[in-house]
């Protein structure tokens, strides 16, 4: 089974800290994801990458960097977290091929104040 | 850029009614594939669909690709309390390989 684990489940920042969240696969998966989940909004995807040191913007990246130095790990970075931040943080890892079947994590539910 | 949108936004239902979600995209997808979150978890892929047309069928649940491949719809014949969640649809336009998820349908069952 793929496991897609995420560093925290609830997290509380103060408005201007810097914030990481971390992903980590065991799958071997190439392509890994961020997304933000708020209500009616739907899943909007922050960034993506292809493989290690690889990245592209997704719809929403301002505000936000990321990091993949390793295969596994895919890091979600907030320089200086603000309130409009608070939100769910889904992380997601597919295989490159045929299928595009994402394996999502538990979610971050950062809480900015 | 790339739209996808998905309707109804909540659907209230009856248990043992029947339910469908629809999604239509802006632009043409290769492929669309559909996801379920229940409440306080995380999406969970239930199929893709890739042909033009394309049916398939898992047990009480029908998934349909239109012939021009932007729009697909998700119905749920007979519904269970089990079914309660959000429905999502995601896919890719054109030659991205990165899909756009729709907003999501909210089903809410009445036992």
């Given at each position: 089974?793929?496991?897609?684990?995420?560093?925290?489940?609830?997290?509380?920042?103060?408005?201007?800290?810097?914030?990481?969240?971390?992903?980590?696969?065991?799958?071997?998966?190439?392509?890994?994801?961020?997304?933000?989940?708020?209500?009616?909004?739907?899943?909007?995807?922050?960034?993506?990458?292809?493989?290690?040191?690889?990245?592209?913007?997704?719809?929403?990246?301002?505000?936000?960097?990321?990091?993949?130095?390793?295969?596994?790990?895919?890091?979600?970075?907030?320089?200086?977290?603000?309130?409009?931040?608070?939100?769910?943080?889904?992380?997601?890892?597919?295989?490159?091929?045929?299928?595009?079947?994402?394996?999502?994590?538990?979610?971050?539910?950062?809480?900015?104040? | 850029?790339?739209?996808?949108?998905?309707?109804?936004?909540?659907?209230?239902v009856?248990e043992?009614?029947?339910f469908?979600?629809?999604?239509?995209?802006?632009?043409?997808?290769?492929?669309?594939?559909?996801?379920k979150?229940?409440?306080?978890?995380?999406?969970?892929?239930?199929?893709?669909?890739?042909?033009?047309?394309?049916?398939?069928?898992?047990?009480r649940l029908?998934?349909?690709?239109?012939?021009?491949?932007?729009?697909?719809?998700?119905?749920i014949?007979a519904t269970q309390t089990t079914d309660v969640g959000?429905y999502?649809?995601?896919?890719?336009?054109?030659?991205?390989?990165?899909?756009?998820?729709?907003?999501?349908?909210?089903l809410i069952v009445?036992?």
């Amino acid at each position: 089974d793929v496991k897609v684990t995420q560093s925290s489940r609830y997290l509380v920042k103060r408005t201007g800290e810097k914030v990481f969240l971390e992903c980590v696969q065991d799958m071997d998966h190439e392509n890994m994801f961020w997304y933000r989940q708020d209500p009616g909004l739907g899943l909007r995807l922050i960034y993506f990458s292809y493989d290690v040191k690889m990245k592209e913007k997704g719809d929403i990246p301002e505000g936000y960097s990321v990091s993949r130095e390793k295969k596994e790990r895919f890091s979600l970075i907030l320089e200086s977290a603000s309130t409009n931040q608070t939100s769910m943080y889904l992380c997601a890892s597919r295989s490159q091929g045929i299928s595009n079947e994402q394996y999502f994590g538990p979610g971050t539910r950062l809480t900015v104040t | 850029g790339q739209q996808v949108m998905q309707i109804p936004q909540y659907q209230h239902v009856q248990e043992g009614e029947d339910f469908t979600t629809y999604c239509n995209s802006s632009t043409t997808l290769s492929n669309i594939q559909w996801y379920k979150q229940r409440p306080g978890g995380h999406p969970v892929f239930l199929i893709q669909l890739v042909k033009s047309g394309e049916v398939k069928k898992q047990k009480r649940l029908t998934f349909q690709f239109g012939e021009a491949k932007k729009n697909s719809s998700l119905h749920i014949t007979a519904t269970q309390t089990t079914d309660v969640g959000t429905y999502f649809c995601a896919g890719p336009s054109g030659g991205s390989y990165i899909p756009t998820f729709g907003r999501g349908t909210s089903l809410i069952v009445h036992p």
